[in-house]
Structure formats: C-alpha cells, structure tokens
C-alpha cells in the first residue's frame, strides 16, 4: 500500500505539480440509469463486485476491480491507483471510503433499488472532495465518469440479458484513458492493496 500510495504521489507530482492537503476540491459527481431487471439479480452483482466472478465492473477496458475479502464492510482495495476500504454493504448498496494517499478524501457509493413495472434505478454517488491540483482533480473525473457510464451500460445489459455494446471514447477520455493505462503498472494481486 506505501509502494502505491508513493507512486501516486509521485505521478500526480510531476503531472499536474504537487498534491496539497487543505479545503481542495469539493466533488459532488451523480449517476443513474433506469433498467430492466430484478432487484435479486442486481444485489448479486453488487456482491460479486471485486471478486472472480465480478460481472459488473468493466475490466475489459478498466483496471480490475480487486478487494481483498470481497464486497464485505472492512475489505480492501481498489481498481489501478485508486485505492479504498469498504465502509458500508447491504443488500444493493455498496459504499467505498477513499484512502489516504490517494488524493481524494471521502466516499463513493453504488446502489440499485426496484422501481415499478420491472425496473431498475441504478445509482453511483461520489461525494467528497479533492486535495490534487485543479488539472489533476478534473482529469479524474473525466476517467470516472467514463468508467462509471461503462459500469452502467453493464449494468443495463446484464439486467435485460443482452449482449454488451461498448461506447467508442471521445478524444479527450481516449487520451486520458491510454495515460492512466501507460501509468498503471502497479501488480494485479490484491496483496499489494
């Protein structure tokens, strides 16, 4: 976790100039998306998230989501550089806390509760706030809310049993995304979280 928590600090530093502690940034960033499908099918895909059977999380294009004992109160984890502790579970609700180091203090949180007709409202709450310089906080929340409309378009898909159709990147995330690749060579075992 220090190798990480350094190697972030050192990426962020010599990108966009150093990380500061203080009031930063205050982050307030929604998702949601109406679907198809049950409520028990969705609570699984929660509770499968950051496990082997993870169908949820869009590793095919996202660093994987890994915590170490799964989606429990108390695991460990993240997905790249990214890292945080599972602070609160039940059924259809995950929260995750961010941890120190990582330039952002708070919590984000995915939910999914049943609408009427066979529906599903899924939501994803990032509340909190950035202690990165302005350029870095801004090209973060780029790569997350593309990453998060990824978690969606599964979400939507695996609801209403269809195949999965990903959205090409804009030039702007294309970017971003292939540098936040180029940076993350941290190893995939959970033990290193």
């Given at each position: 976790?220090v190798a990480v928590r350094h190697r972030m600090?050192?990426?962020?530093?010599?990108?966009?100039?150093?990380?500061?502690?203080?009031?930063?940034?205050?982050?307030?960033?929604?998702?949601?998306?109406?679907?198809?499908?049950?409520?028990?099918?969705?609570?699984?895909?929660?509770?499968?998230?950051?496990?082997?059977?993870?169908?949820?999380?869009?590793?095919?294009?996202?660093?994987?989501?890994?915590?170490?004992?799964?989606?429990?109160?108390?695991?460990?984890?993240?997905?790249?550089?990214?890292?945080?502790?599972?602070?609160?579970?039940?059924?259809?609700?995950?929260?995750?806390?961010?941890?120190?180091?990582?330039?952002?203090?708070?919590?984000?949180?995915?939910?999914?509760?049943?609408?009427?007709?066979?529906?599903?409202?899924?939501?994803?709450?990032?509340?909190?706030?950035?202690?990165?310089?302005?350029?870095?906080?801004?090209?973060?929340?780029?790569?997350?809310?593309?990453?998060?409309?990824?978690?969606?378009?599964?979400?939507?898909?695996?609801?209403?049993?269809?195949?999965?159709?990903?959205?090409?990147?804009?030039?702007?995330?294309?970017?971003?995304?292939?540098?936040?690749?180029?940076?993350?060579?941290?190893?995939?075992?959970?033990?290193?979280?």
């Amino acid at each position: 976790m220090v190798a990480v928590r350094h190697r972030m600090e050192g990426i962020m530093t010599s990108l966009f100039g150093r990380v500061t502690s203080g009031p930063g940034v205050r982050i307030r960033n929604v998702h949601s998306r109406i679907a198809r499908g049950g409520l028990a099918d969705a609570e699984r895909l929660i509770e499968l998230l950051g496990g082997d059977d993870d169908a949820l999380w869009p590793s095919d294009r996202w660093q994987p989501l890994l915590l170490d004992r799964g989606a429990v109160v108390g695991s460990r984890g993240g997905h790249g550089l990214v890292r945080y502790t599972v602070s609160a579970r039940e059924p259809g609700l995950i929260e995750f806390t961010f941890d120190k180091g990582t330039g952002l203090v708070g919590s984000h949180r995915l939910s999914v509760e049943q609408l009427s007709g066979g529906r599903l409202l899924w939501m994803h709450e990032l509340d909190g706030r950035s202690i990165m310089p302005r350029a870095a906080t801004e090209a973060v929340v780029v790569l997350h809310d593309a990453l998060i409309e990824d978690l969606l378009d599964a979400a939507e898909a695996l609801g209403a049993g269809e195949s999965l159709h990903r959205r090409r990147f804009g030039p702007a995330v294309a970017a971003l995304h292939r540098l936040d690749r180029w940076f993350d060579r941290t190893p995939r075992a959970v033990a290193s979280a």
